[in-house]
Structures are given as C-alpha cells and as structure tokens.
C-alpha cells in the first residue's frame, strides 16, 4: 500500500523558517518525481515544486522561488520541502503527492504551516 | 504560466441526477508527445485530493464509472452521470503538460 507521512508543520513567526518532511512507503520511491502541493484552508490548491527521481531537476511556482528548495534523499525514501523567509501569505496545509504520467496520484495527510507574529 | 478556469463555482445537483463540470486552459495542453496531461481530483471535506481521470479521460484505479472525462485541446469536461452522497466535495482540474502545473479553482458539487 502506497503510503506518504508528511511531519514539520508548524507556527512561525514572518522571516521564520521550516523544514517539511514526507517519507514514502510501499512503492520503489526512486522511481518517481515527487511533488509539494499547497492549500490556503477554505481555498484551491496551489501546485508549489516538483523534483526529479535523482533530485537534478527541480521546478517551483513563481511566488516561492528563492524561498523554497525541494529536495530527497532516495535511501531514506524521503522528500523534503525547506521553507525559508515565510510570510503570512505561506500559511496553508502543505501536501506531498507522488508525482505519476504528468499528475499526482497518491497525496500525504497533509502539514499546516501557519505563518503569524 | 498556464491558467486553468473552472466553471462553475458551486453545482447543486439533486441525487441521482447527473452534474458536469468545465475547465478552460489558457493555451493548448497538447504536449509535446502528442498526449494531453489533463486530470482531475475529488476532494471531500477534511481529506487531501484524489486523483479520479488521468489524460482528460483514463479512470484511476478504483474510480467509478460514474465519472467521466472528455476534452481536447483547451476545453475539458468531468462528468458525474448519477450524483451519489459520496461525491460531495470539490473537484479540481489539473494540467500537467507544463511547468509550473497548475490547478483550476474548484468547483464544489453540493446535494439540493
């Protein structure tokens, strides 16, 4: 059973920084992209950043570039979503998703990351 | 960037009646493999999203017939041909064919 874990969230000041983890289970993990969706509560998702199986190919949207970097580590079946420079307009339930034929198909639980003084 | 619109915003739909969802991209999702990476996902109150129709009309494992995708191009459809409680929640169109991809805004299927 394909299983995504997802820990980090949490309350930060504005400028704060966070680390967001996922660890996969029950698929061979280095053979996918993985992907960080995002999503104000109450509103749509946002697509945020992707990675490559080997972490050499890396895309984010516009508004959290040079904030944000993904990264994985394919030994320990994990991807990572550092968080730097966070404003309020960060604050939403971050998802990791299996990134599978150009879409997500199986998402974690899900990490809420509120940004506020 | 490419925008995707979804109509309409909210879809009442009296049980056992079918409902139809549209999504507009603002430039062809045609890639440049000759596929289109139009999908769709449910997401019910309080869960993440799950995916439902993959390259605008292949079911996901575990998908109900009821659900329906058709398409081509810039203009894609969802449809639910008999509305069961279970398919409350919102539905989002999502383009994969570029980079960055992109969500629609949602479009939440209520029962009357």
């Known amino acids: 059973e394909v299983q995504l874990v997802q820990s980090g969230g949490d309350l930060v000041q504005p400028g704060g920084s966070l680390r967001l983890s996922c660890v996969a289970s029950?698929?061979?993990?280095?053979?996918?992209?993985m992907s960080w969706v995002r999503q104000v509560p109450g509103k749509g998702l946002e697509w945020v950043a992707n990675?490559?199986?080997?972490?050499?190919?890396?895309w984010y949207v516009d508004s959290v570039k040079g904030r944000f970097t993904i990264s994985r580590d394919n030994a320990k079946n994990s991807v990572f979503l550092e968080v730097n420079s966070l404003r309020a307009d960060d604050t939403a339930v971050y998802y990791c998703?299996?990134?599978?034929?150009?879409?997500?198909?199986?998402w974690g639980q899900g990490v809420l990351v509120a940004v506020s003084s | 960037d490419i925008v995707m619109t979804q109509t309409p915003l909210s879809s009442p739909v009296t049980l056992g009646q079918p409902a139809s969802i549209s999504c507009r991209s603002s430039?062809?999702?045609?890639?440049?493999?000759?596929?289109?990476?139009l999908s769709w996902l449910q997401q019910r109150p309080g869960q993440p999203p799950r995916l439902l129709i993959y390259k605008i009309s292949n079911r996901f494992s575990g998908v109900p017939d009821r659900f329906s995708g058709s398409g081509a191009g810039t203009d894609f459809t969802l449809k639910i041909s008999r509305v069961e409680a279970e398919d409350v929640g919102v539905y989002y169109c999502?383009?994969?064919?570029?980079?960055?991809?992109?969500f629609g805004g949602g479009t939440k299927v209520e029962i009357k």
């Open positions: 029950g698929f061979t993990f280095s053979d996918y992209w």
């Open positions: 999502l383009q994969g064919t570029q980079f960055p991809h992109s």
């Open positions: 990675i490559n199986q080997v972490g050499s190919e890396t």
């Open positions: 430039q062809s999702l045609v890639h440049s493999d000759g596929n289109t990476y």
């Open positions: 998703a299996r990134h599978w034929y150009y879409t997500v198909d199986f």
